[in-house]
């Protein structure tokens, strides 16, 4: 109950191209949901997150869509460029708890 | 504002041997979680520190224990290392007044031999 299932395990997209990448949960405890990009050698950089109440968050090219009756969200990457290659992680937690569950991760590639 | 930052980069130890992960967390900064990120795998939730006290810990053996002192920086000590045990630990930081973000160090890459 308390994983996060995430899918594709790798992406590859044309430069100009939509990136998606799709999440999945069961614990209906969970109410906060980032989004995480990692490059080679780093930490984890927060992208952009969701709360249950709104089903679409945008943020410049980055948007998530949240289906709270699947439990499922998503990440939108729009006019996806080389430079967005990187790892991806969703994530989800208990609001105050700042204990986050990552989803297994997306390598996105994004041609040039 | 200084970010989330870790020592060493990299370490490399040897299996059986102890060590020692230090953690500063981002300025404002009450509360630190550590996270073990096995190659090709999301972080796992170790444990977390509040105001110098234990506040949650994940599936993880007693063998891993931690530290956080007054200025909110944090230890993560491992005995008896195990080959399983290499990996990129990450530190993360959040301010329990803020929302729920957490800001992630560059992370320790740690090799047991």
């Known amino acids: 109950q308390q994983q996060v299932k995430q899918s594709p395990q790798s992406l590859i997209v044309q430069k100009g191209g939509i990136s998606i990448i799709n999440c999945a949960y069961e614990?209906?405890?969970?109410?906060?949901f980032p989004w995480y990009q990692q490059f080679p050698g780093k930490g984890p950089a927060l992208l952009i997150a969701i709360r249950p109440d709104v089903s679409e968050k945008k943020e410049g090219r980055f948007t998530i869509s949240f289906n709270k009756s699947a439990k499922q969200f998503s990440l939108h990457i729009m006019d996806s460029q080389p430079g967005d290659s990187a790892t991806y992680f969703c994530?989800?937690?208990?609001?105050?708890?700042?204990?986050?569950?990552f989803g297994t991760g997306t390598r996105l590639k994004v041609l040039a | 504002e200084t970010g989330v930052t870790q020592s060493p980069t990299h370490l490399i130890k040897t299996r059986g041997q102890q060590v020692t992960l230090r953690c500063s967390s981002q300025s404002g900064h009450n509360t630190v979680s550590w996270y073990q990120q096995a190659l090709g795998q999301g972080p796992q939730f170790i444990f977390q520190y509040y105001r110098e006290e234990e506040n949650g810990r994940g599936n993880f053996p007693p063998r891993f224990s931690g530290l956080q002192f007054p200025n909110y920086s944090s230890e993560l000590n491992v005995n008896a290392l195990e080959l399983d045990d290499s990996a990129l630990y990450l530190c993360a930081s959040s301010a329990r007044s803020g929302g729920d973000e957490q800001y992630f160090g560059p992370g320790t890459r740690l090799t047991v031999t």
């Open positions: 994530a989800a937690t208990t609001s105050g708890t700042y204990k986050y569950i």
């Open positions: 614990n209906t405890a969970f109410d906060y």
